[in-house]
């Protein structure tokens, strides 16, 4: 009885001094990076098998579909078997309805971008950011009627957008997400692309989750010459591919 006491007593003065063999999920995710899922069965209901590596990087397009640039990239993740998530601009999806359907049909995952892309227009207000929301989850539904999503990306990305605005789509049950890598292709137009393969290793650094931003815009041909190199390099340092 002695030694069982005596065992008991160990037990209880390790976690006292060490703490962090009993910290709980709750407590783990406060060190988590920010707008990141916590786990990737959160965002896939078979997440891809990362070979232990613990690697993740989700692959986002901002500012589709368009013509010119989403079949390619769409193209090019079917062809590497990767699955992307697009931020849709909903007042280009008109007469572009089965690139929106294929993006659907392929498993990439679709969320909420904006309808006009009109920074002015959609941070006038509280009212104007609702209805810009509204205005574009309506133009998917118009195509993919069974579409609903709780998955928004800020034009422009949250960090300018006033405190009130951001609480706007929080309150409205959104998750909103922005970026912590970026091809930059869409700071100049034209940008070669070696030089946004090379943004895009220089603003991973070594991270361990990444979310990439890149644009199937119109006129991004630079960024369908750089995705096939981008998803190489990824595969090779052992990332798992996922979607918001």
């Known amino acids: 009885m002695k030694f069982f006491f005596s065992i008991l007593l160990s037990i209880l003065l390790a976690c006292c001094l060490f703490p962090g063999c009993a910290q709980t999920k709750a407590e783990k995710g406060r060190d988590a990076a920010p707008d990141l899922p916590e786990t990737a069965e959160e965002i896939s209901a078979d997440p891809p098998d990362d070979g232990g590596t613990g690697k993740r990087i989700w692959l986002t397009f901002d500012d589709g579909p368009t013509d010119s640039t989403t079949p390619k990239i769409l193209d090019i993740l079917e062809n590497e078997n990767v699955k992307a998530t697009f931020f849709v601009v909903g007042r280009q999806i008109a007469g572009r309805e089965k690139i929106l359907l294929r993006e659907a049909g392929e498993g990439h995952a679709i969320g909420i971008h904006t309808y006009t892309h009109e920074y002015n227009k959609i941070y006038a207000s509280a009212d104007a950011l609702r209805k810009d929301i509204d205005l574009c ?108």
């Open 137 to 244: 989850s309506k133009a998917i539904r118009s195509v993919l009627p069974d579409f609903n999503t709780d998955l928004y990306r800020f034009p422009g990305g949250s960090y300018n957008v006033k405190k009130e605005l951001v609480q706007v789509v929080e309150k409205a049950g959104y998750r909103h997400y922005d970026w912590n890598c970026s091809a930059e292709d869409a700071v100049s137009p034209n940008t070669p692309a070696s030089v946004l393969y090379q943004n895009v290793l220089d603003s991973a650094g070594s991270k361990s989750e990444v979310i990439l931003l890149m644009h199937d815009g119109v006129g991004y041909k630079e960024t369908i010459k750089c995705l096939p190199s981008v998803i190489k390099h990824f595969r090779e340092k052992g990332f798992a591919f996922c979607t918001l």
